[in-house]
């Protein structure tokens, strides 16, 4: 069963930068698409990022576009989110997931990670 551990959150100042590190185990994730997820306090969970696993394209919401990049490393069982430019309505718990297919930025999921807090304040 696959088992996705998110990591690389943290508190960072408007206009800085962070990477999010998402590490498989159990499967192989080259064999998934997978996405990010956000989850504001007191809003709806927002899909931001998928990549494909057929062909690797990637797709992102107009919220990050230009500003986050989604990364995979298949050998490395590992996939990543580039966060530059942040500003402080990014302020959420990000979550990585896998899935079967990317729908645009949306990742179909079948797994989750459990989530890692990211705070953009000056």
């Known amino acids: 069963q696959l088992r996705l551990v998110e990591s690389g959150g943290g508190s960072v100042q408007p206009g800085g930068s962070l990477r999010l590190s998402c590490a498989a185990s159990?499967?192989?994730?080259?064999?998934?698409?997978i996405g990010w997820f956000r989850q504001a306090p007191g809003k709806e969970r927002e899909a931001i990022s998928c990549?494909?696993?057929?062909?690797?394209?990637?797709n992102y919401a107009d919220s990050v576009k230009g500003r986050f990049t989604i990364s995979r490393n298949n050998a490395a069982n590992m996939a990543y989110l580039q966060m530059n430019g942040l500003k402080p309505e990014d302020t959420a718990e990000y979550f990585c997931?896998?899935?079967?297919?990317?729908?645009?930025?949306?990742?179909?999921?079948?797994?989750w990670g459990q989530g890692i807090q990211v705070t953009v304040s000056s």
């Open positions: 159990g499967s192989t994730l080259a064999y998934y698409a």
């Open positions: 997931a896998a899935g079967f297919d990317c729908s645009a930025h949306v990742c179909l999921a079948g797994s």
């Open positions: 990549i494909s696993g057929r062909d690797g394209s990637t």
